[in-house]
């Protein structure tokens, strides 16, 4: 039972447009998530996050939208940059359990293309 | 500036065999996670420990067993290593801090076992 989905196991997109991936989760406990990177032969690296409390959480070229209705995230990238080629995990947590015992995604391969 | 360090780094087993993964981190996280990752799967995890002296099940537990040394060391043992315990391991950790927190990961272990 994947309480994390992500259904695009990958993308591809020019230089400097927008790049969009997606996930959705089952777990309506579920009030905090992440989005991770990671390159090959590397361990994941945070990127950004976001509270339930919020809709939409901006760090530079990177936004990530939560529509609660839906049970959907999604990351934003945009200009995408050739170095973004990576995989994107996004996972998602219950706060206040003591500890964060975070569910992750399959995964999308993002590729930008000079 | 270490974070979360791994040992090995890698890992060729025969069946039967056993081996305890390493784990530690110098961040004075009280929580620390152990992921595996296979083509398809993404993270999925495995044991959990929220504080010295505890430790709890993941997604996938059968075939591993956990150690909360301390606060800095958690390790994973495969008491009886089989080919579908071949992956990548991570490590992680994080700190339960208001509402928002990330895990820290380390580089992983890619343990074959054939």
């Known amino acids: 039972d994947q309480q994390v989905k992500q259904n695009s196991p990958s993308l591809s997109v020019q230089e400097g447009r927008i790049s969009i991936l997606n996930c959705d989760y089952t777990?309506?406990?579920?009030?905090?998530f992440l989005w991770y990177k990671k390159y090959p032969a590397e361990g994941p690296t945070f990127l950004i996050s976001?509270?339930?409390?919020?809709d939409k959480n901006e760090d530079g070229r990177f936004t990530v939208f939560l529509n609660k209705s839906a049970k959907h995230l999604s990351l934003h990238i945009v200009p995408s940059q050739p170095g973004d080629s990576a995989v994107y995990f996004c996972?998602?947590?219950?706060?206040?359990?003591?500890?964060?015992?975070?569910?992750f995604g399959t995964g999308t391969r993002l590729k930008v293309l000079a | 500036n270490a974070g979360v360090t791994q040992t090995p780094k890698f890992q060729v087993l025969k069946t039967g065999q056993s081996m305890t993964l390493q784990c530690a981190q110098d961040?004075?996280?009280?929580?620390m996670y152990w992921y595996r990752q296979d083509p398809g799967m993404g993270l999925r995890l495995i044991y959990y420990?929220?504080?010295?002296?505890?430790?709890d099940k993941g997604e996938v537990p059968n075939g591993y067993n956990v150690s909360r040394l301390n606060k800095r060391e958690f390790s994973l043992r495969l008491e009886s290593a089989a080919p579908s315990q071949t992956s990548v391991y991570f490590c992680?950790?994080?700190?339960?801090?208001?509402?928002?927190?990330?895990?820290?990961f380390g580089q992983g272990t890619r343990l074959t076992v054939v």
């Open positions: 996972a998602a947590s219950r706060a206040g359990s003591g500890t964060y015992k975070y569910i």
């Open positions: 992680a950790s994080s700190e339960v801090t208001g509402d928002d927190t990330e895990a820290f």
């Open positions: 777990n309506s406990m579920f009030d905090y």
């Open positions: 961040m004075n996280h009280n929580s």
């Open positions: 976001i509270s339930s409390i919020k």
């Open positions: 420990s929220a504080s010295e002296g505890t430790t």
